[in-house]
């Protein structure tokens, strides 16, 4: 149990430096981008033209756009990047791609991996011409870290599931241990003698002692007739005198306490006792 809750807190701990994380490398992305945007327009002796704000368009893809056109060097554009995510220490695997604004096609891309033996930097030295563009970095997920990412979450998820079914079942068992053996039904009541109450739905009602005692031979006999003489025998014979309207007092107290349950009656037998009558 204390493990199950170890490792429920430690996913939550995960999860929230993962979400903290990701939102570090955002920034990170953001500040090197405009830097590399800046760095451009300085190799082109432009010192006056704005780098517009780097965009976040999906989870992994950023937008890097300018206030004029400019003239791009793949080489040179390769280079700045390289230089400033290595400096902001963010992943080295990513697609660049660099979009013409007035027809929306790709003028140029390259695509850098960890691996610097497999990365795609065509066009070397081949310029763009001046010119509107967007420049987009689509960062790729190392496939060993999506994969154990992955394995964790499925893992968390089945200790969270395993720590609820241990927590419930263990409160269940707990409710059955504190639940007492001896109770009785009533029609639609449950009937406690211990604890001198019936409960219906949730509802306890009370039971003085007299009357618990009365309910508990009446349960014993449905729909059978009782003699007075037996009533007030096994009730009252331990207690010195006895006032014979009290068992008739008893039995109304007993009646209006079960009168919402019309399945069950207690029937006075004229001259002979009283009968508990079952539906």
Not at 89 to 107: F, G, H, K, R
Not at 178 to 193: A, H, R, V
Request: aromatic residues 8%; proline residues 3%; hydrophobic residues 40%.
């Amino acid at each position: 149990m204390n493990k199950l809750v170890v490792k429920v807190l430690l996913g939550t701990l995960f999860l929230f430096s993962c979400n903290s994380r990701e939102s570090d490398i955002s920034n990170k992305v953001k500040v090197s981008l405009r830097n590399v945007g800046h760095q451009l327009l300085l190799t082109q002796n432009d010192s006056t033209s704005l780098v517009l704000p780097v965009k976040q368009i999906q989870e992994h893809k950023y937008e890097l756009s300018f206030e004029n056109g400019l003239q791009i060097e793949p080489d040179k554009l390769a280079s700045l990047i390289n230089q400033n995510f290595k400096k902001s220490e963010l992943p080295s695997s990513y697609l660049v791609e660099v979009e013409n604004c007035v027809n929306n096609e790709i003028a140029y891309s390259f695509e850098m991996i960890l691996n610097e033996e497999n990365s795609i930097i065509p066009c070397s030295g081949r310029n763009l011409p001046n010119g509107c563009y967007i420049i987009s970095v689509s960062f790729l997920q190392d496939q060993n870290e999506s994969r154990s990412l992955l394995y964790l979450l499925i893992s968390l998820l089945f200790s969270v599931t395993v720590f609820f079914i241990v927590f419930y079942k263990g409160k269940l068992n707990s409710k059955v241990l504190e639940e007492p053996n001896d109770t009785q039904k009533l029609g639609s009541f449950i009937f406690y003698p211990e604890q001198n109450k019936l409960v219906k739905q949730a509802v306890e009602i009370p039971l003085s002692k007299k009357e618990c005692e009365l309910v508990a031979i009446f349960i014993e006999k449905p729909n059978q007739i009782i003699k007075r003489e037996e009533l007030t025998k096994k009730v009252w014979e331990d207690n010195g005198v006895f006032v014979g309207r009290s068992l008739d007092t008893y039995i109304s107290k007993i009646r209006k306490k079960i009168k919402e349950d019309t399945s069950i009656r207690l029937v006075n037998i004229h001259g002979v006792g009283y009968k508990l009558e079952v539906d």
